[in-house]
Structure formats: C-alpha cells, structure tokens
C-alpha cells in the first residue's frame, strides 16, 4: 500500500500526458495513432485485467474473433497487419452444419484476402509487442492490471483501484461495454445521454484441439435443440467455440460424461469435448451479450472521448465489434493529421469531429443488429436476401454497373462500406426492424445521430435524446 501512496505522488508529479483506459483493441490502437501523430505526446495505458502476453484468459474472455476487411484496413494504415495476422489464421470459410450435414457458405476466394480468426488476447498482445518496439518507456507507460475507478471531469484526474489520482490532458474511454470513463460523462457531462442493454441468451467458450470431424482451417456453426455451438480456429489446430443458448441454460446440473455424450448425439460433427473443455464449461459463469449507443463520443470539457465498445457495441452479435473499434482509431487518426496542433488537448482539436463521423456510425451498426425484421417480414427478407446474394455472386465479374449489391452480411464482413449507407441502403428493411423490435432491443430511450452544434445552442442530438438514458439489464 506504502508503495502505490509513493507511486502515486510520483506518478501524479509527472502525469499531464493522455490517459488511456482499457488495452483492448480499441485503445491499443489508439496509443500507437496517438503516439505516432503526435511527437509530444505521452501516453499512459491501464487496463483492468494483466497482460494478456503473461496471463492469457481463459473462460468467456478466451473467445476468438473475426477480423475483417475493416478492420485490416485500419490495421494496415498503421503498419500492424503482418505483426497481427501471425497471430491468427487466415481463412473465410464457413460451414452450417445440420446433423451430419453441412453447407459450406464461405469459401477462400483466389485472390480476396481472408477473414483474420485470432483470439482477442493474441491480437491485444500483438498490439502491445508493437507499441513497445516502437516508441520509449518515457512517452509509454503501460499500467496493466490497474482499473480506473473513478474519474473527474471537472478536475481533468482520475483514481486508479489503487487510489493513484493521476491528472490527464486528455482522457481515452476505451474501456468497453461498462466503461468507467463513459459512466461518468453520463454523471458529470452536459447533455451525454447513453443506453446500455443486455441482449436476450447466455455463452460460455471453450477452447480444444480441433475435433476430426471438422476443418480445422474453417469457422463452423452448428445447430442443436435449445442450444448452438460456434467455432473459430486458432493456431496450433485448436477451436475456440462459443456456446451459446436463448432460455434455459442447457446441461445445468449434469456430470461431464452426460454433457459429452448430450453433445456428441445431438452435433455429431463435433462429438464429444475433451474432459479440459468440460471443466472449462464447469468453471464459468455464462457470460451476456449488451449493447451500447451513446449520444455522443466526446465531452469537451472534460476532455475525455469514447472508442469502441465503449461508445458503441453490438455484443459480438455482428461480427463487427473489434472491426468498428478499429475503424474509429483509423478516423481519429485521420482527424489528429488533419488538424490538431502539438500541444493542444487531442479532444479539444478534433472531439467533435470526431463524433460527428464516428457516432451515425456506431448507431447504424445497432440498427443493423435489428435485422431480420420480426414477425411476417422475416420469410420474405430473408428470402431477400438468399436472393440477393446469388444474384451478387453471378455478377461479380461483370462491370461495376451491372453487378448486383450484395447482401447486408455480407457488405458488413466483406466491404468497407460505412454502416450507414448500409443503413441507406436497406432503409425499409431497417425501419420494419426497428419498428417490430422489442421494447427491451431499443433501450430505454431515442440516441438520434451526433449533429454539430448550432452557433448558439446544444447539439441537436443531444438537446433532442433524454439525458441519463441508461439501462442495464
Ligand atoms: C464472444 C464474442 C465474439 C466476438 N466476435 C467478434 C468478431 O468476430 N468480430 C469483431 O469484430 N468483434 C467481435 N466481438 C466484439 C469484440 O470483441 C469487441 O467489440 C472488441 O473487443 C471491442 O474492443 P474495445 O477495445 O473497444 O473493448 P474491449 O475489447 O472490451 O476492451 C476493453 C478493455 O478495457 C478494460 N477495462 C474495462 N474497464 C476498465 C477500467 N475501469 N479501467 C481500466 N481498464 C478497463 C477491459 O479489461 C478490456 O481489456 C466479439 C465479442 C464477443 C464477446
């Protein structure tokens, strides 16, 4: 305790640089935008959990995921795509499996670059290796294994969980779906309004050697009665797979032969996990998906912007998470070259702008994530867009004019198209979603799209959303 009181005069004689809460993608990538673009910055990283390079998760945090061409566009701009991909596997293939049947849907296409499948501690942990490479210990310090607790806009400090005040420049929430960072914009920020929300179903992961009735190069989904199985490979020909279930948790209170047997019958595919994946399910609690949507990304006065899940988050849902993370280190990196003085706070320069390109984004994903429309529309708009994506694949060598648009999953995973015009796109299908969502898919309140402030007056998304918005649960 005497050594964090000491560190913590010492940290707080010497802090002033931008503080950046959480080093997940989002916030691994912003440290290197940051430090990158702006000579004089210094940059002090925390992260709740240790370093992933020491202690890999196990648990619902092992989970694997895909990055895309999204995300490898923003991974590329700053140089980190070879030092991420061999972390991973490069592949696009997909199966759906029916019993003992199953329907390949994706397939390696000659020259398309795949799908990146790596564990989310491989591509933290690649980030990390990077940012050490690259810049001194004097302009990164890396607090790994030390949340931030509170935060005060006011003052511009915040408290570690070791009761560290640290003062910041320029504070980044990167924190994902419970960020500290954003819970105090929505206590202390004028006009901040966000909504959190827990999807319906429950996971748990687990990870093994891939079984032999599966391609170990592939991503495979596979159905079964009142529960889904879905897998990512890793590296060394292990699966990560994700169990996933909407009611009733299935196996609760059945010995692990039971379980082995129950899944070996019902995904023949797959059979029966080895006894370490049983005591992985065993040892978890199940995990939850939530969505977040915020009114905004940036508090000027507090000097504090939102990235990723933190700001905006789909649940893993969409496969979109980690790729639209990415994608706002990307703009803000943009914003930074464009128009942002040495010296001058990061949030101040370009927070606004920032928000005014990020946060339609980040609200289009979550109405995205609304479809298929519920009820009678559903046959029709996924027969739509079965259709559709025939249609694209019989065109695609034809010009550009007469090629038909792809379907929204796969202009989600296989384009770059900004979330909203895939919005525009499909504006009817979207808005009989949205209209047939649940309550409890909406929030608790309207988040309209980020607008500009009017020379004398609030942001119109802000003046019009409900403050202290919030929902949990
Ligand atoms: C099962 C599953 C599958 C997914 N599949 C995909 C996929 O295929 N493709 C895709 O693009 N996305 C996917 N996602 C979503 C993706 O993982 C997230 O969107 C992505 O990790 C978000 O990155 P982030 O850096 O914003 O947040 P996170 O990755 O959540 O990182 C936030 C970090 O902040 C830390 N933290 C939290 N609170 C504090 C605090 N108070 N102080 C300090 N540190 C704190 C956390 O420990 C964490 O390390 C999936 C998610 C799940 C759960």
Request: hydrophobic share 45%; aromatic share 6%; with cysteine.
């Amino acid at each position: 305790m005497a050594a964090h009181f000491l560190l913590s005069l010492a940290y707080a004689a010497s802090s002033g640089g931008v503080v950046i809460s959480g080093a997940g993608p989002a916030g691994l990538l912003a440290a290197h935008a940051i430090l990158s673009c702006r000579p004089d910055a210094r940059v002090t990283v925390f992260d709740r959990r240790p370093d992933p390079r020491t202690a890999s998760s196990v648990g619902a945090r092992a989970y694997s995921l895909g990055i895309n061409v999204r995300g490898r566009t923003a991974l590329q701009h700053f140089g980190l795509w070879e030092a991420v991909a061999q972390r991973g596997v490069l592949s696009s293939k997909f199966f759906l499996h029916f019993g003992s049947r199953a329907l390949q849907l994706r397939a390696n296409q000659p020259g398309s670059v795949p799908t990146l499948l790596i564990s989310r501690d491989a591509l933290a942990a690649a980030l990390l290796d990077e940012l050490q490479a690259r810049h001194a210990p004097e302009r990164l310090q890396l607090r790994l294994g030390t949340a931030i607790q509170n935060v005060d806009l006011r003052l511009h400090q915040c408290t570690t969980a070791f009761g560290e005040v640290i003062g910041y420049t320029d504070l980044i929430g990167a924190d994902g779906v419970n960020s500290a960072v954003r819970g105090a914009m929505h206590e202390q920020a004028d006009g901040f309004a966000a909504s959190v929300c827990d999807l319906p179903g429950r996971y748990k992961v687990f990870v093994q050697p891939c079984p032999p009735g599966l391609d170990p190069l592939a991503v495979h989904a596979m159905g079964a009665k009142g529960y889904s199985l879905f897998s990512i490979p890793k590296r060394g020909n292990e699966l990560c797979t994700l169990l996933a279930w909407r009611d009733d948790e299935p196996f609760a209170g059945r010995a692990d032969h039971e379980i082995a047997a129950a899944i070996a019958t019902d995904v023949p595919k797959y059979g029966a996990p080895t006894l370490a994946a049983l005591a992985q399910l065993r040892a978890q609690q199940p995990s939850k998906a939530t969505t977040v949507r915020c009114s905004r990304y940036h508090d000027p006065r507090g000097r504090a912007l939102l990235l990723g899940d933190a700001a905006h988050s789909t649940g893993g849902t969409l496969g979109q998470g980690a790729n639209s993370a990415l994608l706002d280190v990307l703009a803000l990196d943009a914003l930074l070259r464009r128009g942002a003085p040495a010296g001058e706070s990061v949030v101040e320069a370009v927070g606004e702008a920032f928000s005014a390109a990020q946060q339609p984004e980040g609200l289009a994903l979550w109405q995205l994530l609304q479809l298929p429309p519920r009820g009678p529309l559903r046959l029709p708009y996924t027969v739509a867009q079965a259709a559709r994506g025939l249609a694209a694949s019989l065109t695609r060598a034809l010009p550009q004019p007469l090629r038909v648009r792809p379907p929204v999953q796969a202009l989600l995973s296989e384009s770059t198209t900004p979330f909203a015009q895939i919005v525009a796109l499909n504006r009817a299908w979207v808005d009989a979603a949205l209209r047939g969502a649940p309550a409890e898919r909406h929030g608790s309140g309207s988040i309209l799209p980020f607008a500009s402030p009017q020379p004398n007056g609030p942001p119109a998304a802000a003046a019009a959303a409900p403050t202290g918005t919030r929902k949990t649960g």
